[in-house]
T-cell receptor, first 114, second 111 residues
Framework: DSGVTQTPKHLITATGQRVTLRCSPR?????VYWYQQSLDQGLQFLIQ???????AKGNILERFSAQQFPDLHSELNLSSLELGDSALYFC?????????????FGNGTRLTVT | KNEVEQSPQNLTAQEGEFITINCSYS?????LHWLQQHPGGGIVSLFM???GKKKHGRLIATINIQEKHSSLHITASHPRDSAVYIC?????????????FGEGTQLTVNP
């Protein structure tokens, strides 16, 4: 058990809808990362937060947004969903935001857009 | 060409065999991760390397920064080692860090 909790585990929704994925980092970890794993693109970095502030941004679409709250949990909001957004979304956390911090991954949220 | 290349893409071995998975990258990095993803989908971080060699149980990871190459070795392989192994490099950015992933190596160990 990594200590990182993601909810929900599975989500099925229709095109055009909006969903929110939630991540609770491991106790004591200040940094949260979001990743998307799709069949055609593999794993891709979306965004990183550290102690409530955005730290790094990857291939995150404008229809997607994220935030980290004062209690350090994070939410990834996906709107105007398209079929191609179907993927596994992973959250990871680390103590700090730099290179020397090991990453701990959640079990992912599997999103299916129909 | 991908910034992170893994080989082989698929690997089938018999229980007890010594296994090597390779990772080459073309960018400057601050660290390299080896990850394991089981059929259920969850990802486990196996190693984080910035130089040299690390060992954990039957797993060994090495990195050669000059040659931009890393290897993951599994000694005395077991069917429970069957998983996808993913190499990822960490590029330090001004105020954060991000992982760039290889496509993964699907390992199947037969009894």
């Amino acid at each position: 058990d990594s200590g990182v909790t993601q909810t929900p585990k599975h989500l099925i929704t229709a095109t055009g809808q909006r969903v929110t994925l939630r991540c609770s980092p491991r106790s004591g970890d200040l940094s949260v990362y979001w990743y998307q794993q799709s069949l055609d693109q593999g794993l891709q970095f979306l965004i990183q937060y550290y102690n409530g502030e955005e730290r790094a941004k990857g291939n995150i679409l404008e229809r997607f947004s994220a935030q980290q709250f004062p209690d350090l949990h994070s939410e990834l909001n996906l709107s105007s969903l398209e079929l191609g957004d179907s993927a596994l979304y992973f959250c990871a956390s680390s103590v700090a935001g730099g290179i020397n911090s090991p990453l701990h991954f959640g079990n992912g949220t599997r999103l299916t857009v129909t | 060409k991908n910034e992170v290349e893994q080989s082989p893409q698929n690997l089938t071995a018999q229980e007890g065999e010594f296994i090597t998975i390779n990772c080459s990258y073309s960018v400057g990095i601050s660290a390299l991760h080896w990850l394991q993803q089981h059929p259920g989908g969850g990802i486990v971080s196996l190693f984080m390397l910035s130089s040299g060699k690390k060992k954990h149980g039957r797993l060994i990871a090495t990195i050669n920064i000059q040659e931009k190459h890393s290897s993951l070795h599994i000694t005395a392989s077991h069917p429970r080692d069957s998983a996808v192994y993913i190499c990822a490099v960490r590029k330090e950015e001004t105020s954060g860090s991000r992982l760039t992933f290889g496509e993964g190596t699907q390992l199947t160990v037969n009894p």
